[in-house]
Every structure is written in structure tokens, then in C-alpha cells.
């Protein structure tokens, strides 16, 4: 069985493409991995790998991408192993309470995933979300709620969908920017996408 490497987009993997000389597309098969560009956000996520994650076929899906990070002691460009991911938004309000589709009856928001690899990164819980997070009100009160390092628009959906299947599954985060009201000028777009390229290099060429 092979690995499915998975990111939102082409940018986060450009280097990768590269790398590997793959050609141009969403789904790219290859002898030892196969490629799946989903598209940004959970449900193209979640759409995506509905139509190509088998158990038969994957031994292990590798969810690659930058991600905003709450903790600013953590450097910009840093790699992060993201060992739980929680869906921030789904539930309901009551006032100024939060209730999660857990305190429903309806479902789970928090995922970790089934995985047998060691990797040595700073293990951290991040938050996967509709809307970016952009004001001090709402960073204040995720911070309150979750206490998260990093927010991302698609790692739990890859970690629901694995957990569906029974397929191991890494979640691996290069952080471009601090969460704060938004200001592209003070991101590191191209460090983040150049250490997260590294690291995916190296570790599917050791698998291989």
C-alpha cells in the first residue's frame, strides 16, 4: 500500500512537484505515493478524499500546509506536528456560550489521529476553522475556548475522513503568520512553504 499526500493547494506544495517531477494536476499517481490537492477548506477537503481515500489503496494520508499560529514564542517558518485537531465553529450558541456538536449529542469536534510514526517535531493541537480568525475578540475567546497553537481550514476534516477509514494519518504545519487582525506584510508566506517542501521531501524520499 502506498502513502496519499494531501495539501489544500499547489503553492504549499510547489517545491514537491518539483522535487519529484510530477506533472501538473490534482491527483497525481506515482509508484510509492499519490498526490491529492483538495482545494481550501473542509468540505472540498472532505469532498476530495471521499472520492479518493481507500483503505485499500493507503496506508498512511500526510496532510501538509502553513497554518497561523496562536503562540508567538513559536518562530514563523517552524514545523509543528499537529497531534489533535478540533472543529472550532461546529455547534450552536446559547448566549455567550458555546456549545460544540459533542455537547449536542450530534457528533465529535476533536480528532487524533490513529498514527504508528514517530516524528521529531513539537507535537501541538490546532483548530481547523471557516473563517480565518482576525480580531482580538475573537482570538481572545479561542484562546479562552480551546487554547490552540494552530488554525488551519482543513486538518481536522483530513483527520475525520482518516478516522472514517481507519488509515493512519500526520498532520504536518509550517507556520507563515501569527494569528492577529490580518496584515500579510508581517507573514513569512515563503519560508513557511520552503520548510514545510524540505521536510516533506525528506520524509517521503525515506519512506521510499
Request: charged share 20%; net charge neutral.
Amino acid at each position: 500500500m502506498k502513502t496519499l499526500v494531501v495539501a489544500a493547494t499547489k503553492a504549499e506544495v510547489t517545491f514537491f512537484y518539483q522535487h519529484f517531477n510530477l506533472p501538473e494536476g490534482d491527483f497525481i499517481e506515482s509508484k510509492n505515493f499519490d498526490l491529492l490537492i483538495t482545494g481550501v477548506g473542509m468540505v472540498a477537503t472532505a469532498f476530495s478524499l471521499g472520492q479518493h481515500l481507500s483503505p485499500n489503496k493507503y496506508n498512511l494520508v500526510v496532510n501538509l500546509g502553513i497554518a497561523g499560529c496562536f503562540n508567538r514564542k513559536i518562530e514563523l517558518g517552524s514545523l509543528l506536528n499537529i497531534n489533535e485537531d478540533i472543529f472550532a465553529e461546529l455547534g450552536a450558541e446559547n448566549g455567550d456560550e458555546f456549545l460544540t456538536i459533542t455537547d449536542l449529542g450530534f457528533g465529535e469536534n476533536r480528532f487524533k489521529p490513529k498514527n504508528k510514526r514517530t516524528v521529531n517535531l513539537p507535537a501541538v493541537t490546532g483548530i481547523t476553522v471557516n473563517c480565518v480568525t482576525g480580531s482580538e475578540k475573537s482570538i481572545n475567546n479561542l484562546k479562552k475556548r480551546l487554547n490552540p497553537t494552530t488554525e488551519s481550514m482543513e486538518g481536522a476534516a483530513v483527520f475525520f475522513a482518516c478516522k472514517q477509514q481507519n488509515i493512519d494519518c500526520l498532520q504536518i504545519r509550517s507556520v507563515s503568520n501569527y494569528v492577529e487582525p490580518r496584515n500579510k506584510e508581517n507573514w513569512k508566506l515563503g519560508l513557511a512553504i520552503k520548510n514545510l517542501n524540505d521536510w516533506a521531501i525528506a520524509f517521503i524520499s525515506e519512506m521510499n
